[in-house]
C-alpha cells in the first residue's frame, strides 16, 4: 500500500524514508505523485502537520503522512519554535536560520541555552479522517555558540546533545534516527498502527 510523505524537505525526507523503511508500505514523497507544499496557517505544530497531510490526501487520493517540527529555545520565549525553517525569512536558508539564532544567544550563557526539537507526526487514512493518528516527540539539549558537524540539516550543527557529547551534526544518521524528536513520534506511530491495524 502506498503512503504519501507530504513535505517538501528533502532531509527530513530521508530521514523519514529511513526511519519507515520496516514497515510494509510503499513510502511515496508528494512531490513524485504532483504535490506541492500548501501554506501552513496552523498556530501549532499539530494544526500544520494536519493541514500538510490532508493537502497531500485530497490530492492524491491516498494516505499521507506529515511532520511538523522545529526548535524551541528557553532563552528565547520559545522561538525560532512554529517558524523555526523561516526564522531568518523567506525562501528557507539553513545557515542564515543558525546565523540569527547564535546572534539572538550571543549574551546568554551555556547554562541558560537549553533547547529541545519537538516534532508532531500526522497520519490520515483519508482526508477526511475523523480519527487521525498524531504522535509526538521531544529531544532535550543546548544551543552550542558555533556550527559543529556536517551531518543532517537546519538547527543540527548548534544542537548538543548532552548524552552522547555531540551536536545532531556530529552524529551518524543511524544513530541520531534512534533519538531524536522525530524517531520517538514515530515509534509512537508505529505502535499505533500494529494496535489500530492500519488499512
Known amino acids: 500500500m502506498k503512503l504519501v510523505l507530504a513535505s517538501g524537505n528533502a532531509g527530513k525526507l530521508k530521514e523519514l524514508q529511513a526511519m ?5 508500505l510503499q513510502i511515496v514523497p508528494q512531490a513524485e505523485l504532483g504535490v506541492g507544499d500548501v501554506p501552513e496557517t496552523g ?4 494544526e500544520n502537520a494536519l493541514i500538510k497531510a490532508r493537502h ?16 524551541i529555545v ?17 525562501p528557507t536558508d539553513d545557515a542564515a536560520n543558525n546565523a540569527k539564532l547564535l546572534d539572538a544567544l550571543r549574551d546568554v550563557p551555556v547554562d541558560r541555552r537549553s533547547a529541545r526539537f519537538y516534532a508532531v507526526i500526522v497520519l490520515l487514512r483519508h482526508a477526511s479522517d475523523p480519527q487521525p493518528l498524531i504522535c509526538e516527540g521531544s529531544w ?5 555558540d558555533e556550527l559543529r558537524g556536517s551531518n543532517g540539516f537546519g538547527y543540527n550543527p548548534v544542537f548538543f546533545d548532552p548524552v552522547h557529547g555531540l551536536t545532531a551534526a556530529q552524529m551518524e544518521p543511524t544513530l541520531k534516527n534512534t533519538i531524536s524528536h522525530r524517531a520517538i513520534a514515530l515509534q509512537q506511530l508505529k505502535q499505533q498502527l500494529i494496535q489500530r491495524r492500519f488499512d
Open 20 to 24: 519507515l523503511a520496516d514497515l510494509p
Open 43 to 46: 498556530l501549532t505544530f499539530v
Open 56 to 71: 497531500a490526501c485530497e490530492v492524491t487520493g491516498l494516505p499521507a503522512l506529515a511532520d511538523d517540527s522545529g526548535l
Open 74 to 90: 528557553d532563552a528565547l520565549d520559545g522561538a525560532p519554535g512554529l517558524y523555526s525553517a523561516r526564522y531568518a525569512g523567506s
Open 140 to 144: 532535550e539539549g543546548h544551543i552550542i
